[in-house]
């Protein structure tokens, strides 16, 4: 019986930006909001153009725990070490039509535990372009700072 699907850059979470038009070896995947047993990996190509290959090199199952709650005034680097988080593909990646040399690099660096590396937002071209990296919480929200 058939549980819950995720498609296209709007359901997916990803560690990458291009993985549905790059070459990255990327981890992509779905929130599961209920109780399953199998996993069914499908690539289709709507177009006519050749969609090349798809190497898929297993399923990762994670469940998530909550970490600590944030103290007052305190900063946290919330990373997948201690927090289940994850890149939100939906609202990862370039946000106009067409941007030569326009790209976000290694997003994943965002929310993983080393504090001295980095993801990338490159922005070439000139013009009305914007780029984001989103990361999220899956189990914790957090609330608005009241600024008192």
Do not use: H, W
């Not at 690539?43 to 006519?48: A, D, K, L, R, S």
């Not at 690099?105 to 989103?134: C, H, K, M, Q």
Request: hydrophobic share 30%.
């Amino acid at each position: 019986m058939l549980v819950q699907t995720g498609n296209g850059s709007s359901q997916l979470v990803s560690s990458s930006s291009d993985v549905l038009t790059g070459s990255t070896r990327a981890t992509v995947g779905i929130v599961s909001n209920t109780d399953f047993d199998e996993v069914k990996i499908s690539i289709e190509n709507t177009g006519g153009a050749d969609a090349g290959t798809t190497k898929v090199y297993g399923v990762l199952v994670q469940k998530g725990c909550a970490g600590p709650k944030p103290v007052c005034r305190g900063i946290v680097y919330p990373n997948t070490n201690v927090y289940p988080m994850v890149i939100e593909g939906s609202r990862t990646g370039i946000n106009t039509a067409v941007c030569a040399g326009c790209s976000i690099d290694n997003p994943e660096f965002v929310i993983d535990a080393p504090t001295n590396n980095f993801g990338r937002i490159n922005l070439i071209s000139a013009g009305s372009t914007s780029g984001s990296i989103s990361a999220r919480d899956l189990i914790t929200g957090y609330l608005q700072s009241s600024g008192r």
